[in-house]
């Protein structure tokens, strides 16, 4: 089992920005995307923090993420907008796509951007935080390469396309929800091999469809969804409305960034952002928010000491924590990454090469 090692975040953020710098984005793309690793990796989510920037420097150094997209609008009417992603890096898409959601939205009380050929985004939870610290409620969603067994199925034929959602509340942190249609990410399957450790028997199968409780197996099976047939019609609907609509990539016509680094993975996008100054306003929007959200700490809970939490919450708490102790990162993560910027002719500052 791989131990973990702490490495401060501002410290990791100043790192990040000035390697993709390196690779050649520019300054203000390369800090987007290094504040939204380090803050997954705040929030708890580290299947989608540093674990990713191997593939993320190999496949900007290979040239399958254009570094300089020009992101533009292709169509659509009123508060709806179709854009072309470029092949650039999602976070850099997903960011400025937002962006045009937010200020539909102010325009027409709704607005959603929807995104084709584009990238692995990470965790759409950043962007429903974009649309949160405005003031919105919002939804963000992305379809990825079929990976799901659906029940009685044999092979795969649909994504675990994630979806998130939020709200703000007037408190310390906004509501977020953000889920993949599989029993858990891939991403978890990642780290799980990362630290060395098995995983539950549920979350994947082999090639064959057989149970594993091996994450490099199951990585390279298939994952099992999120409430049988409710997860692949959530599937369904992520992958037509970021897909099918938009004109883009859906199902096989989307390329793993993994099984095809080389290539980009025509990945497409969906984001909606919701204006509440359209109707109810922001300040009764945050005060209904708040006595639902005490409705919710207020609920009985059958174990001693238990807490009812928001979605949201847990992650608040674990960035507070980690910005207080660092991120804990495996150490043969921090060794790969050692290498990686080596190789890149690159260097570790003192604060994480002493890590």
């Not at 708490?317 to 990686?340: H, K, W």
Request: charged share 20%; glycine share 12%; with cysteine.
């Amino acid at each position: 089992m791989s131990d973990n090692i702490s490495i401060p975040a501002a410290e990791t953020i100043d790192f990040l920005t000035g390697f993709l710098a390196h690779l050649g984005l520019s300054p203000s793309d390369a800090e987007t995307c290094a504040r939204d690793l380090v803050q997954t990796n705040l929030w708890g989510v580290d299947s989608h923090g540093l674990l990713r920037l191997p593939i993320y420097a190999q496949r900007i150094s290979d040239g399958s993420v254009n570094i300089h997209p020009d992101v533009k609008r292709l169509g659509g009417r009123g508060g709806f907008e179709v854009w072309d992603g470029d092949a650039g890096l999602g976070y850099v898409v997903g960011h400025r796509a937002t962006d045009r959601a937010i200020e539909l939205a102010q325009e027409n009380g709704i607005g959603a951007v929807a995104v084709r050929n584009s990238n692995h985004f990470g965790a759409a939870g950043l962007y429903i935080k974009q649309a949160t610290d405005a003031g919105m409620i919002a939804l963000a969603m992305t379809n990825v390469i079929p990976n799901l067994v659906v029940p009685g199925g044999a092979k795969p034929i649909t994504g675990n396309n994630p979806l998130a959602f939020g709200a703000p509340t007037g408190g310390d942190f906004p509501m977020i929800l953000d889920i993949s249609m599989s029993a858990v990410a891939g991403g978890k399957l990642l780290l799980a091999q990362e630290k060395g450790e098995k995983i539950p028997f549920g979350w994947a199968t082999d090639r064959n469809g057989e149970p594993t409780d091996d994450p490099l197996v199951g990585f390279k099976g298939f994952l099992l969804p999120l409430g049988g047939h409710k997860g692949f019609g959530l599937s369904l609907m992520v992958d037509i409305l970021c897909g099918v609509l938009t004109g883009g990539a859906y199902q096989f016509a989307i390329k793993s960034m993994y099984a095809a680094p080389e290539e980009p993975s025509d990945t497409c996008h969906m984001f909606i952002v919701i204006d509440p100054d359209a109707f109810l306003g922001k300040d009764a929007l945050e005060a209904r928010m708040a006595d639902m959200h005490q409705t919710i700490k207020a609920s009985p809970m059958t174990a001693k000491g238990g807490r009812m939490l928001l979605p949201g919450e847990l992650e608040h708490e674990t960035m507070i924590a980690r910005q207080r102790d660092g991120l804990p990162v495996p150490a043969s993560l921090m060794d790969e990454i050692r290498s990686m910027v080596e190789k890149h002719g690159y260097a570790l500052p003192p604060a994480l090469s002493a890590a």
